[in-house]
């Protein structure tokens, strides 16, 4: 298996809802990304987990909550959005945090705030 | 400030041309150094990884890395109208997430 599959791909919430992004890999990947994307945008870090913990957190707003629950799945917990944090999220895992082979990305959810 | 460094474009070829795309990057440390592609409204994909000076050839897909310039480019022989979309360069300066450049728009013109 050299996926990294992103649950749901489209995603439609209120500003007082709460929802919840899935990403799961199984390629005994030991780093896992999240990050959000704009149109005509890069790619814009938001966490990242290295063997499970947390080890960088881009000063993103607490409305954001990843968790990590074991090796292979990483959720992105949302609450009380912006319309502004509409955007593509992006999931990605590395072999390890050298990231010698560089990330394998998710297909993305595409988020819209309304 | 790490930096990576592209011409946003749009660079436009017609088919069957090279398409040249550039990137400079900052971080002298740098040891890593990757070409995504990606489609409108998809995730960027991995065509082509490089670590040394040099050229690296990968079908009609050349990287070439020259780190006493800190500039890597990606060339496209033969472009086709599917390789139409973003180049992203991302840079690798070790134990850290990887950086990425803008990206190039690449159109390619039957």
């Known amino acids: 298996d050299t996926e990294v599959t992103q649950t749901p791909k489209h995603l439609v919430m209120g500003m007082t809802n709460k929802k919840s992004l899935k990403c799961e890999q199984h390629?005994?990947?030991?780093?896992m990304y999240w990050y959000k994307q704009k149109a005509k945008k890069p790619p814009e870090l938001m966490f990242v987990y290295s063997y499970e913990k947390l080890s960088i957190n881009e000063s993103v707003p607490s409305r954001f909550s990843p968790e990590c629950p074991n090796s292979s799945l990483l959720n992105l917990h949302l609450h009380a959005l912006q319309p502004e944090d509409s955007a593509l999220y992006l999931c990605?895992?590395?072999?390890?945090?050298?990231?010698?082979?560089?990330?394998?990305f998710g297909s993305g959810t595409r988020l819209t705030v309304v | 400030q790490k930096e990576v460094e592209q011409n946003s474009g749009p660079l436009s070829v017609p088919e069957g041309a090279i398409a040249s795309l550039n990137c400079t990057y900052s971080?002298?440390?740098?040891?890593?150094f990757f070409w995504y592609r990606q489609y409108s409204g998809k995730s960027p994909e991995l065509i082509m990884s490089?670590?040394?000076?040099g050229d690296k050839e990968d079908g009609r897909f050349t990287a070439q890395l020259n780190k006493a310039s800190q500039y890597v480019s990606l060339l496209i022989r033969d472009s086709q109208p599917s390789d139409s979309a973003t180049y992203l360069c991302?840079?690798?300066?070790?134990?850290?997430?990887?950086?990425f450049g803008k990206g190039t728009r690449l159109s390619v013109i039957a």
């Open positions: 490089i670590y040394s000076n």
């Open positions: 991302a840079v690798s300066p070790g134990n850290t997430p990887l950086v």
């Open positions: 390629m005994g990947h030991r780093a």
């Open positions: 990605a895992s590395s072999q390890d945090g050298q990231l010698h082979y560089g990330y394998t």
């Open positions: 971080d002298r440390v740098s040891q890593s």
